[in-house]
């Protein structure tokens, strides 16, 4: 065999090698599936071509006919001499494609099939196959025929899966979406027994058993089963979100998160937690939620220790032992460890706060500024210090409070090493050292180094009115 030839991967045939005109993709409708089941070899191997010529792909449909023909004789002749056990058919001549479509044979085996429902009180089942009258396939169940018939629908530039309401951009995605809902699955899994309708699905599914994840992201490295969860993967690099609700226009960059979203509008919440009785829209969350009871946190950093109550929540946290910064600002390239980071930070280039309040219409970046904000209308104050009666309207407020009671000053004056409980108040005590004095009376000119200061001398104006 020659090994000094050179092959353009991307346009040879994978049957003949050669380059020609028409050529069709493994990865088209039922391509792949026939090729499998004629060659017995994967159709996406490592670096192998992924089309195949007219001319190999008629004779592969040939072939894959034959096949069929003879595994549909092979049943029907093992049904029959198992159930007979008749002499005379030992020494049938016919072909196994002749005994299939000479009507007189198949009338012979109903006749026989009634003498022995008499003597035996059984019936042979004649293995019956319903043909697609608009393509080629053919199936074993009516029911998966019927099944089919949606992949060919009446209006190709809107196909829809009227089983699961699912709506497709191209009518080819729609014939392979069909197949999840035929009833007969023949190709099994002798690990877990999941059986599917093609053997390219099961071959996927095996990966996941081998641990086998040969689709690797180019930006993180992470690796996935299948190529098409890796594209959804991408969109989380890119920021890509394809997918919008069209009741409220907020995008998705997958399936799932919008399906997960629409039970906001139709308030559907069928999960309740029964320590406190907050419901939610699904049960995994629902789990997680539990975890704030429970004080489970069974997530741990394999660097530090740390616990979390989600997996993702460690993998964004390894992401400060890395550097790693994979969400990059496309105006500044300023880099974040997460999405939603980069998204509120979009909004200092934008200038967009869409979170309004109320009360008093001013505007916020993000909805946890909004919240805090809120507090200074309503006088909320939910922090309270566990050591006095002293309440506080954010948490920092209360952290920056604990300080006076432990005595902590971990804010110290580089000038004279005097240490100050919070960071506002250095800054205030370094003043003294530079003389700076930047609040000014706009009355008389004289200038302070605190606000306070100022405060207490703008009273000596008022009296003086």
Known sequence: METDLHYNIDKICRACLEEKQ?????FEEDCGNIFNSCTSLPVDSSNMPLQICHKCKTNMSIAYNFKQTCLKSQQILEQYFEQCKL???????????EFIDDPEYVEEIKLVSCVSKKKRGKHIQINQSFKCSMCPESFDLECDLKTHLISHPDDEDDPLCTICNKSFSDVRVLRRHVRIHLKNKPFKCEVCKRTYSESGSLTRHLRKHRGEKRHLCVVCGKGFYE?????????IHTGEKPIECEICNRKFSDPNGLRSHLKSHTGEKRYKCDICSKSFAHSFVLTKHLRIHTGERPYLCSICGK????????????????????FVCKVCDKGFSQNNQLEMHMRIHTGDKPYMCAACGKGFARSGDLSIHMRSHTGEKPYICAMCPKRYSTSSHLTVHMRSHSGEKSHVCTICGRGFAEAQSLKAHVRIHTGEKPYQCHICGQCFAQSGGLGAHKKIHEKQK
């Open 22 to 26: 028409n050529m069709y993709s493994l």
């Open 307 to 326: 616990s979390f109550t989600q997996s993702q929540y460690v993998s964004i946290h390894m992401r400060q032992h890395t550097g790693e910064l994979p």
């Open 227 to 235: 190529a098409n969860v890796l594209a959804v993967h991408m969109r």
């Open 87 to 97: 002499d005379e058919f030992k020494n049938l001549s016919k072909s196994s494609e």
